[in-house]
């Protein structure tokens, strides 16, 4: 696909990120956009290379046609690119943002792979630019009524696809925005909140009915004929230490929630790293976002502890190609650290044995401890490593463990061993007229794996709907 010889003749050249420095000053996209003749010499690299291992399990849980869309984009048809790419994806414009970009991994060039993800962003964008994107309502309603309880990626993905088969659709959001995590849980430069307000807006012009700040209850959601549970896997793991409870100690979706917040309504945040000392536990991608954030409120310095050694740079005899590459990344919100202080702000195979609040009970400090495996291969801590660590927020991002206990205790629902409402059969069918999908479904996973389960929950849903109708 592409050009035969493309992947040859140009190199790999993402989406470049503005100046650490400059872009550390607002709260706006990280990337610039590059020019269209630098997307279709990215789209050439795209080979025939038979098996495209990119729309395979390894490489994007939505199978989206990579090589097809390439391709058209290539040959300067953009539209027709598009139209390729939206049979599969429901939202481009959120995993042009936020995906890891499996498929570029699992491609045939490695390492170097094709730039799909930015590839799929300059359709989707050029496609609302040019008024290709309309809303598409449905021809004819089934008179079935759904209730799509959250409206992260699972919740979206699974309301846009049963409105096409033209059910009736209420998402109904316990936030004041539509959006879940994408709206609250990842930062602005990393996903503008604009992005979602138009699709939503989109959704609502489509005929889906958006019910913000309520809280989906069994009572409510009686008249409605089917109802999906997408509030994803929102139970935070905690540190298992003393004084928790002292003032600067937050979960990390609670602090980029607040931040969003405030740049949403142009206040000043509740919760800031203003002036701080920040120790960031959790070195995934949510530890990074609030890195990021940290150093755009300002913050006096800022560490992030990981539990984990560090990855090692190259992949390993047991982490082969095609499979997603366990190898040591450094994020934007590292490379701004960097930029700032000087040094990379994780600290390997630490983790908090103390907090140290005032007398009036905020925390001032910590104790840390390296870690070390025992003989039994369990991390534990190293006698005589402890260090004391200046600290005045400390912000935890040591992932999630399941869905809420209220959410549970009001549908009188029970989770598997890890906290899941995945049925022993594997549905998405809780019972009833009940369905879960996404993070709640699955545990605590992708934005793309996330609208894949949404759109799949949707398919059975519209199955046992048209069932119950024959």
């Known amino acids: 696909m592409g050009k035969a010889t493309g992947f040859m003749e140009y190199a790999r050249v993402e989406n470049p990120y503005r100046d650490a420095k400059n872009r550390l000053a607002d709260f706006d996209d990280l990337h610039a956009v590059q020019p269209v003749e630098a997307r279709r010499c990215q789209a050439a690299r795209c080979m025939n290379c038979g098996v495209p291992f990119c729309q395979s399990d390894f490489g994007c849980p939505l199978h989206n046609l990579i090589p097809e869309w390439n391709e058209l984009l290539y040959r300067g048809q953009e539209q027709a690119a598009l139209e390729r790419l939206l049979q599969t994806a429901p939202f481009p414009e959120f995993t042009g943002h936020v995906c890891p970009a499996l498929c570029e991994k699992a491609c045939n060039l490695a390492d170097d792979g094709v730039t799909n993800r930015d590839n799929e962003l300059y359709l989707i964008e050029t496609g609302f630019a040019k008024g290709w994107i309309q809303p598409r309502v449905p021809a004819a309603r089934t008179g079935k009524t759904v209730a799509v309880a959250g409206s992260g990626p699972s919740g979206l993905a699974c309301a846009d696809w049963l409105n096409q088969q033209g059910h009736s659709v209420t998402v109904i959001e316990r936030a004041d925005r539509p959006g879940g995590l994408l709206m609250y849980g990842i930062p602005n430069m990393k996903l503008p909140k604009e992005i979602i307000e138009r699709r939503v807006r989109l959704m609502e012009a489509e005929g889906i009915a958006f019910r913000l700040n309520t809280e989906a209850s069994p009572d409510d959601l009686k008249a409605f004929d089917a109802v999906v549970l997408c509030g994803g896997a929102r139970k935070a793991r905690s540190l298992n230490v003393n004084h928790m409870d002292a003032q600067g100690i937050h979960f990390a979706v609670d602090y980029l929630t607040e931040a969003t917040k405030a740049l949403l309504s142009g206040r000043d945040p509740a919760i800031s790293a203003a002036g701080k000392h920040v120790v960031v536990v959790g070195g995934g991608d949510t530890g990074n976002d609030c890195v990021g954030t940290a150093l755009r409120q300002g913050c006096a310095s800022v560490t992030q502890l990981e539990m984990m050694p560090a990855a ?91 869905c809420e206990e209220k959410t549970l205790k009001s549908f009188s629902l029970q989770t598997d061993a890890r906290g899941r409402l995945l049925p022993e059969n594997g549905s998405h069918h809780l019972g009833g007229n009940l369905f879960s999908a996404g993070d709640m479904r699955t545990g605590q996973s992708l934005v793309v794996r996330a609208l894949a389960d949404g759109r799949a929950a949707a398919r059975e849903v519209n199955e046992w709907l048209r069932g119950r109708q024959a």
């Open 312 to 402: 090692p740079e190259k992949r390993t005899s047991a982490n082969p190609w095609p499979e997603w590459p366990r190898t040591l990344r450094t994020d934007y919100g590292q490379l701004e650290a960097i930029a700032v202080q000087g040094c990379d702000p994780r600290v390997y195979e630490t983790t908090v044995k103390a907090i140290h609040p005032d007398a009036e009970g905020s925390i001032t400090a910590l104790t840390t401890v390296r870690l070390a495996k025992n003989p039994e291969g369990r991390l534990v801590p190293a006698e005589g490593t402890e260090q004391r660590l200046s600290c005045e927020l400390l912000l935890i991002a040591a992932g999630f463990i399941g």
